[in-house]
């Protein structure tokens, strides 16, 4: 798969051989433009591994780990998650059957200690499988007769306009 780069898709140990490939290139004098050609990846990185290379050798081109804050949640902590949210918010003393994210921060709060933006939550439950869902049941107090005698008689009037005749 491309990326809207044009270039390959790859992994953190892909991209690492693919430096280290270009590192064995460098140590022939190939040419910056023909190593970017040849691994499918773009001359301006090509360039910064060459000066990595020429700097600290095929070792300066080796992966230094994942980049980025550290986690705030470990895998336990996920499936410790997982197993409360599963239990439904009636058991965390909620009135309805509803997850929100807004419920789910103050939940991960409650049991971890850890402080998330509702907004965040979101991109947590992504990264465990989970997706936004909307209830498949209808609320208690739904009136069908009342929302049927609002939609034969209010809307139409509401949709011509206050001042519009009534049909004959």
Same mark, same amino acid.
């Given at each position: 798969?491309?990326?809207?780069?044009?270039?390959?898709?790859?992994?953190? @140990? =892909?991209?690492?051989?693919?430096?280290?490939?270009?590192? @064995?290139?460098?140590?022939? &004098?190939?040419?910056?433009?023909? $190593?970017?050609?040849?691994?499918?990846?773009?001359?301006?990185? $090509?360039?910064?591994? !060459?000066?990595?290379?020429?700097? #600290? #050798? @095929?070792? @300066?081109?080796?992966? !230094? %780990?994942?980049?980025?804050?550290?986690? +705030?949640?470990?895998?336990?902590?996920?499936?410790?998650?997982?197993?409360?949210?599963? +239990? &439904?918010?009636?058991?965390? %003393?909620? =009135?309805?059957?509803?997850?929100?994210? =807004? !419920?789910?921060?103050?939940?991960?709060?409650?049991? *971890? %200690?850890?402080?998330?933006?509702? %907004?965040? $939550? *979101?991109? $947590?439950?992504?990264?465990?499988?989970?997706?936004?869902?909307?209830?498949?049941?209808?609320?208690?107090?739904?009136?069908?007769?009342?929302?049927?005698?609002?939609?034969?008689? /209010?809307?139409?009037?509401? /949709?011509?306009?206050?001042?519009?005749?009534?049909?004959?």
């Amino acid at each position: 798969m491309r990326t809207p780069s044009g270039y390959p898709k790859r992994s953190a @140990a =892909e991209w690492e051989t693919v430096r280290l490939e270009a590192a @064995a290139r460098f140590a022939q &004098g190939e040419r910056v433009c023909d $190593v970017a050609r040849a691994l499918h990846a773009s001359p301006q990185a $090509v360039r910064v591994w !060459r000066r990595d290379w020429r700097e #600290g #050798g @095929a070792e @300066a081109l080796r992966s !230094r %780990g994942p980049r980025g804050r550290p986690r +705030k949640l470990s895998a336990e902590q996920l499936q410790a998650l997982e197993a409360e949210l599963l +239990k &439904g918010p009636r058991a965390q %003393g909620y =009135e309805t059957e509803l997850w929100t994210l =807004e !419920r789910i921060a103050k939940l991960i709060r409650k049991l *971890f %200690g850890v402080s998330y933006h509702p %907004g965040h $939550v *979101f991109k $947590v439950l992504r990264g465990m499988g989970w997706s936004c869902q909307r209830p498949t049941r209808r609320a208690k107090e739904r009136d069908e007769a009342a929302i049927q005698a609002w939609l034969t008689h /209010k809307w139409p009037r509401i /949709k011509r306009g206050h001042n519009a005749p009534a049909p004959r």
